[in-house]
């Protein structure tokens, strides 16, 4: 199997995805990774996790409607194509 741009595009695709799917209260909350762990100071700095995490809500807000046409697009791709 050769390294194509579309099986870049493919394993992007499938990486938003799989972030996108992430639901907090189920699966983030027991990790520790939950909305109520990333409090901070006023004039602080987020950490890592605290960025990561507003990452996650970012994708999950704004790529959702997307996907949905780009993930449509793929399997017409695969399916036309192989």
């Given at each position: ?54 990452l ?20 017409v ?6």
């Amino acid at each position: 199997m050769a390294f194509t741009l579309y099986s870049l595009i493919q394993a992007a695709i499938l990486c938003v995805n799989a972030v996108a799917v992430l639901h907090e209260e189920r699966f983030l909350s027991k990790i520790g990774w939950g909305a109520d762990q990333s409090v901070g100071g006023f004039g602080d700095e987020p950490g890592v996790k605290a960025q990561l995490m507003n990452l996650v809500r970012s994708v999950r807000t704004v790529m959702r409607v997307p996907l949905i046409g780009v993930n449509s697009v793929c399997i017409v791709l695969l399916l036309l194509f192989g």
